[in-house]
Structures are given as structure tokens and as C-alpha cells.
């Protein structure tokens, strides 16, 4: 099956600081990237949807200013927490979806745990 | 707005047993409905996945079916064993492939030896 990576897979921060996660589609070319977070003991909550060369739709709820998306191309996608705190410390997991046809599916990255200290 | 629920929230059943997982949906307008694992600070790991005009998938010892009428579906597990210990979370997709993925709250099995 087609393989999406993250990185970091970890990263530990200072208290605003800004921090960047990566999410790569390695073997196919992802029309739509998502970004997932997920708090302790939670279930994935969606952020943001993000299109190839254009601006990510956010999730209400979700601050569009804290959480930059930028989706360059058709096998990246990155997400930057800005002037993180506490609070955003959590996991979160990207998936890249493609519209190839039918029985597509997304896949999911490993994830990225967040610790802001 | 589509929402999906896992009952029950926690399940722990001895070694050797056949349970099911049950998940429902609000909104039968659904293209597929998935079932993923994912253990403790991991990532997810696809086990099934239906599309809205089949009924149910099997993967060796795992069983999904889909009621999209009702907006239910059914995880099967047969003889469970201590390494199907994880949280197993049902998620619905809308439109297509490139649509959202709404993820229900997860059941966290439990299986003792």
C-alpha cells in the first residue's frame, strides 16, 4: 500500500517557541492532505483540510493563525505550530488521500508527538 | 453533521473469546466506513475497510459488516489472543476518497490471558 511519513516523529519545545511537522506522500501524489490531532486517551479530531496550492480549510474551532498549513506540492504538506504552549502538546497525524479512482483511500502517517514544556 | 459512536467505550474479556465492537453513524450518506487499531502512542493501522455498496469485509480472524441503511457497522474479532490488545476506532469518509474522515470516539479492548 502507498506509504506516508511524518517528521519529526517527536520533538520537545520550549513554551513559544514555533514547531514544524512534515507530512510526505512517498509513492503517490496526494490531492488532499489532513491534519488530525488527538489528545490523550481521545479520538482524532480533524483540523484542517488542505488542497495542493491552495489555502487549507479549517475545522471550527481551529485557529487558522496558530496552525499554519502550507501544501506546496502534491507530496508535502507541513504544519506549523506557532507560539506553541502547554495546551498543544498532543499527537498528531496527517493522512493524504488521492482521488484515483474508486475504492481510493486516505493514508495515514505514523504521527508526531508534541511536547511543549 | 455526521457523527459517529463506539460503544461500548471499553471492553476487557478473557483470552480465547469471540466479541464484537459496534459503531454507528448519523448520516447514511457515506462513501466507506473503515476500522483501524492503534496501540498506545501509535499511529493507526488499517484492518478493514467497506465501501458503501458492500456488506462486509473479513481479514482472517476480523469481520466488518455495514448496515449503511441503519448507519451500523460491527467489528468481529474470533478467538481473541493478548495481542489484540488496542484501541480500535470506526471512521466514516462522506464523498470520496479525498473527502474527511470522521472518527468515532474508539473501543479499548482489553484481552486477558
Known amino acids: 500500500g502507498a506509504v506516508v511519513s511524518q517528521h519529526p516523529s517527536r520533538v520537545i519545545c520550549k513554551s513559544g517557541t514555533s514547531v514544524k511537522i512534515e507530512c510526505r506522500s512517498l509513492?503517490?501524489?496526494?490531492?488532499?492532505m489532513f491534519w488530525y490531532r488527538q489528545f490523550p486517551k481521545q479520538s482524532l479530531m480533524l483540523m484542517a483540510t488542505?488542497?495542493?496550492?491552495?489555502?487549507?480549510?479549517?475545522e471550527q474551532g481551529v485557529e487558522k493563525d496558530k496552525f499554519l498549513i502550507n501544501h506546496a506540492s502534491l507530496t508535502l504538506s507541513t504544519l506549523t505550530v506557532t507560539s506553541a504552549h502547554p495546551e498543544d502538546s498532543s499527537f498528531y497525524i496527517c493522512?493524504?488521500?488521492?482521488?484515483?479512482?474508486?475504492?481510493?483511500?486516505?493514508?495515514f502517517g505514523p504521527g508526531t508527538r508534541l511536547l511543549v514544556l | 453533521k455526521q457523527e459517529v459512536t463506539q460503544i461500548p467505550a471499553a471492553l476487557s474479556v478473557p483470552e480465547g473469546e469471540n466479541l464484537v465492537l459496534n459503531c454507528s453513524f448519523t448520516?447514511?450518506?457515506?462513501?466507506?466506513l473503515q476500522w483501524f487499531r492503534q496501540d498506545p502512542g501509535k499511529g493507526l493501522t488499517s484492518l478493514l475497510l467497506?465501501?458503501?455498496?458492500?456488506r462486509e469485509q473479513t481479514s482472517g480472524r476480523l469481520n466488518a459488516s455495514l448496515d449503511k441503511s441503519s448507519g451500523r457497522s460491527t467489528l468481529y474479532i474470533a478467538a481473541s489472543q493478548p495481542g489484540d490488545s488496542a484501541t480500535y476506532l470506526c471512521?466514516?469518509?462522506?464523498?470520496?476518497?479525498?473527502?474527511?474522515?470522521?472518527f468515532g470516539s474508539g473501543t479499548r479492548l482489553s484481552i486477558r490471558p
Open positions: 467497506i465501501q458503501s455498496s458492500q
Open positions: 471512521a466514516v469518509t462522506r464523498y470520496s476518497s479525498a473527502s474527511k474522515i470522521i
Open positions: 448520516d447514511s450518506a457515506i462513501y466507506n
Open positions: 493522512s493524504a488521500g488521492t482521488l484515483a479512482g474508486v475504492g481510493g483511500t486516505q493514508y
Open positions: 509513492d503517490f501524489q496526494a490531492t488532499t
Open positions: 488542505s488542497n495542493e496550492g491552495s489555502k487549507a480549510t479549517y
